[in-house]
């Protein structure tokens, strides 16, 4: 008995929250076959990939097999054809400058968000936003700066910033002193987004307490209002404090085909045990040229065709589909009297469960009695607990027909 393994993993829940689901769900199916459950848990898109993102993935495939067109190991930051048309597309109309050498292409902003962490200290202190995509602070306990879950089922090592209704899911500033702050707008689980006015705070304290953000992007196509920024980038001086995370999963339709990119601007600095600031971007690159080879030709091709003149029209279209959907929960569940947020800017609608129901207890109900898959709050955190998740991502179809059943209900 010698080999030793990380026990900071046993600190951590039995399993991923989107794995507990899979298998509760496939018990039910087992033990009623006949059950046609619609899922609209776990955030996957169900359009299928745009055309003229196909096409190209198939002419880069063709590529492959061809001598003179062969490719084997790409750059592991990705190829400078993807990393132009993002800052050209989706960074220089805001006013953002950046150099190719400050995006990096990934397989997937869970990756990133999770693998980030390796750049800094273990004596950071973390604060999230509590509800939370679960990456976050799972990484960091397996890291070991979590330490362990208290009875209140907050790890002790972490600073939670409560999202209730209390404060209309808007985070306050945080009262202790941390280090590295995660933020997701349009957020991940509530579905909430952030105005300019309101994400400026965070960059502001972020420089006043010498802070670093790590701001998820992932839902940034699905902002519908006016003065809900795309990038942190658009709030002056966010480049010295914030890296961006984005994705290429929930707007056109990648979480199978995986194709994102974080970017890490290079006037980010953090310290040395001395004191001597550091430069962040050529940490990043340095973890990803050692641990990643990137990401595979034909889908950085793929990922490209995005921003044709086809690829952006498919896109919006899906986009405007899945916000169809999530008006249409929205309205449904309005209407039986319940509590909801998101859905305007975001695929998410965040229910507030009836009856103080508990989460778990309101996720079985809606499977037990209207077949119907959803995310419970708590699984995001204690915060989350007495809410529930629904995503806009399913069909039209499968939509409407889980709001009719569980417009059906009575609670
Ligand atoms: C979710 O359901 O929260 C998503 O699947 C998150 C993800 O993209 O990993």
């Excluded at 619609?38 to 001598?67: C, S, W, Y």
């Excluded at 973390?126 to 679960?134: E, L």
């Excluded at 009262?175 to 006015?197: Q, R, S």
Aim: hydrophobic share 35%.
């Amino acid at each position: 008995m010698t080999v030793k393994i990380n026990e900071n993993y046993l600190l951590l829940k039995s399993s991923y929250i989107f794995a507990e689901i899979a298998h509760r769900v496939d018990k039910y199916q087992k033990e009623h076959p006949d059950a046609d459950v619609i899922r609209m848990g776990i955030g996957d898109v169900t359009r299928p990939l745009p055309k003229a993102v196909v096409k190209e993935f198939k002419n880069a495939v063709d590529e492959m097999g061809q001598a003179d067109t062969f490719r084997g190991y790409g750059p592991e930051q990705g190829y400078d054809f993807l990393i132009e048309e993002i800052i050209k597309n989706d960074y220089t109309p805001r006013g953002i400058k950046l150099d190719n050498d400050e995006v990096f292409i990934s397989d997937g902003a869970k990756c990133d968000t999770g693998n980030i962490q390796e750049i800094f200290g273990l004596d950071n202190v973390i604060a999230i936003t509590d509800p939370v995509y679960p990456v976050y602070v799972e990484t960091n306990i397996m890291a070991g700066r979590g330490g362990p879950m208290g009875e209140d089922g907050k790890y002790q090592g972490l600073v939670y910033l409560p999202c209730t209704e209390e404060n209309d899911l808007v985070p306050a500033l945080p009262e202790e002193d941390v280090d590295l702050i995660y933020l997701c707008f349009p957020n991940n689980p509530t579905g909430t987004a952030l105005t300019k006015e309101q994400l400026a705070k965070w960059v502001n304290y972020a420089k006043e307490n010498d802070a670093i953000i790590l701001f998820d992007a992932a839902y940034e196509a699905y902002i519908r209002e006016d003065n809900i920024p795309h990038s942190i980038y658009e709030i002056e001086g966010a480049k010295e404090v914030a890296i961006e995370f984005r994705s290429f999963s929930k707007n056109a339709g990648f979480t199978g085909t995986r194709c994102a990119c974080t970017v890490v601007p290079k006037e980010l600095m953090g310290y040395d045990g001395e004191g001597n600031p550091q430069a962040l971007n050529p940490l990043w690159n340095r973890r990803q040229t050692t641990k990643f080879n990137g990401v595979s030709y034909p889908i950085q091709a793929a990922a490209k065709a995005v921003y044709s003149p086809e690829g952006q029209k498919e896109i919006k279209e899906s986009i405007d589909y899945y916000m169809k959907n999530a008006e249409i929960i929205r309205e449904s569940l309005t209407n039986i009297g319940l509590k909801i947020y998101g859905g305007v800017n975001s695929p998410y609608i965040w229910v507030k469960t009836p009856n103080g129901m508990d989460s778990w207890e309101f996720f079985d109900t809606l499977l037990d009695k209207a077949h119907v898959v959803g995310t419970p709050g708590v699984g995001f955190g204690p915060s989350g607990e007495g809410y529930f998740r629904l995503t806009a991502f399913n069909t039209l179809e499968n939509t409407k027909e889980a709001m009719n059943r569980i417009s059906k209900l009575s609670f």
